[in-house]
């Protein structure tokens, strides 16, 4: 077979990797600035939730919480009579974005920490309800301190999608698999992905630089 | 400036206050009054006290004994029939719609342009319209002689600048009193006089009660109906500007004058 030919199933997979980092980047930032956000909370229900999220996910590999929700969940499930299958991708994105959303909460918590306290301060002088000040002072002050490490962990969140092949799910490195097993042209096959993964990774890059420009730009202003 | 002094009925008042730091006792059972459109000018030693009086009064900073008054109504409690219980969020956000500060350190925010710093607050916390804030926010700022830079980033202005946009942006709450912890202090030598002739034009409206704490002793002596010298968490002595200045009667206050004023000494 020409390589040539590999190129359409493996562009199908690649499209699937794309989808799965873009909704899991997406829904894991979320997680991150909720559980982010709560770990700083005086709630303690909620500090206490939030902790234990970012320490079960960061102290246990990817691999094993994806199989606990696409094949544990099911079945505990069914012992408390509801329906916990999901479909491949839906437990691929949510055990991607759980993950990610475990780091990124840390990063959220970090920067937050980081706003001088003098912010605090004044918003407080200017008698800014807690939520405002969050809002309006904090965050626009934290996020782009934020930017360049979400750049980093979107970046290993697209190269963590080839664990959902696992599951049976289309994505580039399942499609590159079922071609190699064919062909046994390993070679060509790995190469191609190689590059596949690193371009798409080149391109993701550049956009979270540019999200990074786009959020900091008052940092830049008269610069 | 004005007698405001010898009327009874003072906008600010320290009853018995005290403020420890762990065992670090910083404010020993402080008695302070201000009266309203009163300016009063705190001066003393480092560590004596003078920038936590301010920073109790904007709820900075919490109390450990004695009651705190503003307009009357305690600060840093809430009246429950005779007695008095801690203050609520919502109690305090009330009070401190009275009072404005200004830090020695600006701190403008920097992720807003300089007529947004001034209109956000107005907006966000009193609702104020857009529009009304902007026209507001141009009015304080040609006040502050910054109308130029109304669209400029904190980071693109002078310490000084930042300092007028600093006193604006307190000013755009229309406080009753303004808190002023050594505004000038950060500020470059050639940068302190701009800003001083700022607050000077402040001392001049008769309903505005003024606290400063500053080192500027100069100006202290012009702008102030009374100067309170702070030593160890008390008001050591204090008057009007003249008798504190040319004859204070503690050894202590002449000390501190004679360190502060001839520092070559
Ligand atoms: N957050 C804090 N924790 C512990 N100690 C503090 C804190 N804030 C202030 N202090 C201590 O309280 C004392 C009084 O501080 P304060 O800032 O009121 O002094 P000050 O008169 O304003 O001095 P300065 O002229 O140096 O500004 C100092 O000894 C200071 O070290
Ligand atoms: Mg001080």
Redesign the interface.
């Known amino acids: 077979m020409e390589w040539t030919s590999y190129l359409a199933p493996l562009s199908q997979g690649a499209w699937v990797t794309v989808q799965l980092t873009v909704y899991s980047t997406i829904l894991g930032g979320l997680c991150a600035f909720v559980f982010g956000l709560g770990k700083l909370s005086h709630n303690p229900l909620l500090k206490g939730f939030s902790v234990a999220y970012i320490e079960i996910f960061r102290g246990t590999s990817l691999l094993v919480q994806l199989f606990w929700i696409y094949f544990a969940l099911p079945i505990m499930g069914q012992a408390i009579g509801l329906d916990l299958r999901f479909p491949p991708v839906v437990a691929g994105v949510v055990a991607l974005a759980l993950n990610i959303g475990a780091y990124g909460a840390e990063v959220v918590r970090g920067a937050v920490q980081a706003v001088p306290k003098e912010q605090y301060e004044a918003a407080t002088a200017l008698n800014f309800t807690s939520r405002k000040r969050l809002w309006r002072i904090t965050l626009p002050q934290a996020i782009p301190e934020m930017m360049p490490t979400f750049g980093n962990l979107a970046v290993q969140n697209l190269k963590d999608t080839a664990l959902v092949s696992l599951i049976s799910l289309g994505d580039l490195a399942f499609r590159a698999e079922q071609i190699r097993n064919f062909t046994q042209d390993s070679v060509t096959v790995y190469t191609l992905v190689l590059f596949m993964y690193f371009g798409m990774a080149l391109v993701l890059t550049a956009c979270m630089k540019l999200l990074e420009r786009y959020v900091g730009r008052w940092r830049a202003a008269g610069r | 400036m004005n007698d405001a002094t010898n009327t009874r009925d003072p906008i600010i008042k320290f009853d018995k206050v005290v403020k420890r730091f762990g065992d670090h006792v910083v404010l020993d059972e402080l008695d302070f009054e201000v009266q309203r459109g009163e300016k009063v000018t705190i001066i003393g030693p480092s560590g004596s006290g003078k920038s936590t009086v301010l920073r109790i009064l904007?709820?900075?900073e919490e109390i450990n004994d004695g009651v705190v008054y503003v307009g009357g109504e305690p600060l840093w409690h809430q009246r429950k029939g005779d007695s008095l219980a801690p203050a609520s969020?919502q109690h305090l956000?009330q009070m401190?719609?009275q009072?404005?500060?200004v830090?020695q350190?600006f701190?403008?925010?920097?992720?807003?342009t300089v007529l947004r710093n001034l209109t956000?607050?107005p907006v966000?916390?009193l609702g104020v319209s857009k529009a009304e804030a902007r026209k507001r926010g141009m009015e304080l700022l040609e006040m502050v002689g910054l109308t130029d830079q109304a669209n400029?980033?904190p980071?693109?202005l002078s310490g000084g600048q930042q300092q007028r946009v600093g006193i604006a942006?307190?000013l755009a709450?229309r406080p009753k009193v303004m808190l002023f912890d050594e505004p000038t202090s950060a500020l470059d030598p050639e940068l302190v006089g701009e800003v001083l002739n700022v607050i000077r034009s402040l001392a001049d409206e008769h309903d505005l009660t003024m606290l400063l704490v500053t080192h500027e002793m100069h100006f202290a002596r012009q702008v102030s109906d009374r100067i309170c010298f702070f030593d160890q968490g008390r008001i050591k002595e204090q008057g009007k500007p003249e008798e504190i200045f040319t004859a204070p009667k503690e050894e202590r206050t002449r000390a501190f004058l004679k360190a502060v004023l001839d520092p070559d000494d």
Do not use: D, W
């Open positions: 904007m709820t900075l969020e956000r401190r719609s009072l404005g500060m830090f350190q701190n403008l925010f920097p992720h807003m956000e607050a966000q916390v400029k980033y980071h693109q942006r307190a709450m």
